[in-house]
């Protein structure tokens, strides 16, 4: 017989986000920005895999964060400024662990931009490298 664990094992449990939005306000010239803050808590448990946490605008990566090694109780803050496009832009935040976790939240935010201002410029897929 095996010994039981002294306490229950979490296998495949998706990582949680827990999210605050807040609109910048335009100032400088420049375009309006959203500014995403919170926390990514992954579950422990035993072995080794990559973290991840991960926000697009569109097809566009803004934030970036990972790490290798021991899968232990993680939280991780986050806090991303995001400058806004004319028109809509859609946000998606992931927090991946391994291949087989992951926990996304995505939401759509509208700005217009004021006459002159048009934000950052948004390059087409192929400009980007991205398109074939």
């Given at each position: 017989?095996?010994?039981?664990?002294?306490?229950?094992?979490?296998?495949?449990?998706?990582?949680?986000?827990?999210?605050?939005?807040?609109?910048?306000?335009?100032?400088?010239?420049?375009?309006?920005?959203?500014?995403?803050?919170?926390?990514?808590?992954?579950?422990?448990?035993?072995?080794?895999?990559?973290?991840?946490?991960?926000?697009?605008?569109?097809?566009?990566?803004?934030?970036?964060?990972?790490?290798?090694?021991?899968?232990?109780?993680?939280?991780?803050?986050?806090?991303?400024?995001?400058?806004?496009?004319?028109?809509?832009?859609?946000?998606?935040?992931?927090?991946?662990?391994?291949?087989?976790r992951t926990a996304v939240r995505r939401f759509t935010r509208f700005w217009t931009a004021p006459v002159?201002?048009?934000?950052?410029?948004?390059?087409?897929?192929?400009?980007?490298?991205?398109?074939?």
């Amino acid at each position: 017989f095996s010994t039981l664990p002294l306490s229950p094992l979490t296998p495949n449990v998706v990582p949680a986000l827990d999210l605050h939005m807040e609109e910048l306000p335009v100032s400088d010239g420049k375009a309006a920005r959203l500014r995403v803050t919170g926390t990514a808590r992954f579950v422990g448990h035993a072995g080794e895999a990559r973290r991840k946490v991960l926000i697009f605008r569109g097809n566009d990566k803004v934030y970036f964060w990972t790490r290798k090694g021991p899968t232990n109780e993680a939280a991780v803050d986050l806090d991303a400024t995001i400058p806004l496009v004319d028109g809509k832009n859609d946000i998606a935040v992931f927090a991946i662990e391994g291949k087989d976790r992951t926990a996304v939240r995505r939401f759509t935010r509208f700005w217009t931009a004021p006459v002159g201002q048009a934000g950052p410029p948004v390059l087409p897929a192929a400009a980007r490298g991205g398109g074939r």
